[in-house]
Antibody, heavy 118, light 110 residues
Framework: QVQLQESGPGLVKPSETLSLTCAVSGYSISSGYYWGWIRQPPGKGLEWIGSIYHSGSTYYNPSLKSRVTISVDTSKNQFSLKLSSVTAADTAVYYC???????????WGQGTLVTVSS | QSALTQPRSVSGSPGQSVTISCTGTSSDVGGYNYVSWYQQHPGKAPKLMIYDVSKRPSGVPDRFSGSKSGNTASLTISGLQAEDEADYYCCSYAGSYTEVFGTGTKVTVL
């Protein structure tokens, strides 16, 4: 059974960098597939942030591209998200997910709420 | 890259059918056969219901079906049940290895 678990600070100050990690169990990231981050502001819809292939190739939402970095650590079987220069608009539940095929996110983490506030 | 347009809400009585539309452009929905649908209950992570426009993952009831015509994709729930009350989101490939979600639709079972 594939499981994903997000972890990281729940509170980040404005202008700082948000950092989250997604630990994967039940499947080896190095075996394949894309792995992505998706967020959901409170009471609002889903927004795709970006994805990374096990080889390290990355793809980002054009609207966030200048601030986003996604990386993978196959030795720890996890991948990470960094979002710089955050503002209150970046307050959201952040989900990590496996992408089975194009836009097919079949396994999701439970999500973690990150609040941007001083 | 704008969010795909979905109706804010749809409703139906148990046993009825409801259809949720997802309208994009020729650069996303209309350009590729890569549309997926997700069900999200309050406080929970989204769940994959349909992928590749009309394919159902194992374990998803056959009451859920997907289709596409031009720039609009649709999710139909037949034989509506109480547990189907949730938010639903479409997602489409938008080219250059990017994707875009819909605005979301709340399904209410009357």
């Amino acid at each position: 059974q594939v499981q994903l678990q997000e972890s990281g600070p729940g509170l980040v100050k404005p202008s700082e960098t948000l950092s989250l990690t997604c630990a994967v169990s039940g499947y080896s990231i190095s075996s394949g597939y894309y792995w992505g981050w998706i967020r959901q502001p409170p009471g609002k819809g889903l927004e795709w942030i970006g994805s990374i292939y096990h080889s390290g190739s990355t793809y980002y939402n054009p609207s966030l591209k200048s601030r986003v970095t996604i990386s993978v650590d196959t030795s720890k079987n996890q991948f990470s998200l960094k979002l710089s220069s955050v503002t209150a608009a970046d307050t959201a539940v952040y989900y990590c997910a496996r992408e089975l095929t194009t836009v097919t996110h079949d396994y999701w983490g439970q999500g973690t709420l990150v609040t941007v506030s001083s | 890259q704008s969010a795909l347009t979905q109706p804010r809400s749809v409703s139906g009585s148990p046993g009825q059918s409801v259809t949720i539309s997802c309208t994009g452009t020729s650069s996303d929905v209309g350009g590729y056969n890569y549309v997926s649908w997700y069900q999200q209950h309050p406080g929970k992570a989204p769940k994959l219901m349909i992928y590749d426009v009309s394919k159902r993952p194992s374990g998803v009831p056959d009451r859920f079906s997907g289709s596409k015509s031009g720039n609009t994709a649709s999710l139909t729930i037949s034989g509506l049940q109480a547990e189907d009350e949730a938010d639903y989101y479409c997602c489409s490939y938008a080219g250059s290895y990017t994707e875009v979600f819909g605005t979301g639709t709340k399904v209410t079972v009357l």
